[in-house]
T-cell receptor
Framework: GENVEQHPSTLSVQEGDSAVIKCTYS??????FPWYKQELGKRPQLIID?????GEKKDQRIAVTLNKTAKHFSLHITETQPEDSAVYFCAAIQSGSARQLTFGSGTQLTVLP | DGGITQSPKYLFRKEGQNVTLSCEQN?????MYWYRQDPGQGLRLIYY???????QKGDIAEGYSVSREKKESFPLTVTSAQKNPTAFYLC?????????????FGPGTRLLVL
């Protein structure tokens, strides 16, 4: 099955700086990669996603890049703000009819004022 | 994700007791999922269902059971066989056969053992 590794597990940045979280996946047939943000005690919220026919996608201060050859994808947050502090999860969808998402282990992002 | 509800928000289980967590969605999504999240950890798949009256085991199904009698509902029962049930339980749903495969989560149920 699919295996998704996420790094780093914790990340602290100064307000206004950029943050980058990286994920690698094992199944070359995976073709959908969402990112979720989870605030403490709350549900994960989908913040951006990318499909394998696209190399990069941006939504205001958030961008995701995908390198299919290397089987890795990254989340980029620019001009970070304290409200960006949360746990971020990457995920990849398995090939086959089951279509289960496999999640990374999460990155705790702390934006320091 | 506002169309997915879970109840209760907090649930207490006594030793040897079975408890059922509710998950309802009005998004007309075909697929529904149950995840378990332990403190400081990621999401682990317990069960999922792609269609009514059908469901499949995920990675950690032991000690849990589900049913899918209606498209809108996917209740999870934590049985007495689950020896370490304390966790945050998240239900999710998605459109199965569509390029839009994002999963949308409910607010979660926090289960505690007395």
């Amino acid at each position: 099955g699919e295996n998704v590794e996420q790094h780093p597990s914790t990340l602290s940045v100064q307000e206004g700086d950029s943050a980058v979280i990286k994920c690698t996946y094992s199944d070359s047939a995976s073709n959908y990669f969402p990112w979720y943000k989870q605030e403490l005690g709350k549900r994960p919220q989908l913040i951006i996603d990318i499909r394998s026919n696209v190399g990069e996608k941006k939504d205001q201060r958030i961008a995701v890049t995908l390198n299919k050859t290397a089987k890795h994808f990254s989340l980029h947050i620019t001009e970070t703000q304290p409200e960006d502090s949360a746990v971020y999860f990457c995920a990849a969808i398995q090939s086959g009819s089951a279509r289960q998402l496999t999640f990374g282990s999460g990155t705790q992002l702390t934006v320091l004022p | 994700d506002g169309g997915i509800t879970q109840s209760p928000k907090y649930l207490f289980r006594k030793e040897g007791q079975n408890v059922t967590l509710s998950c309802e969605q009005n998004l007309n999504h075909d697929a529904m999922y149950w995840y378990r999240q332990d403190p400081g950890q990621g999401l682990r798949l317990i069960y999922y269902s792609q269609i009514v009256n059908d469901f499949q085991k995920g990675d950690i199904a032991e000690g849990y059971s589900v049913s899918r009698e209606k498209k809108e509902s996917f209740p999870l029962t934590v049985t007495s066989a689950q020896k370490n049930p304390t966790a945050f339980y998240l239900c999710a749903s998605s459109i199965s056969d569509s390029p839009q495969r994002a999963q949308y989560f409910g607010p979660g149920t926090r289960l505690l053992v007395l």
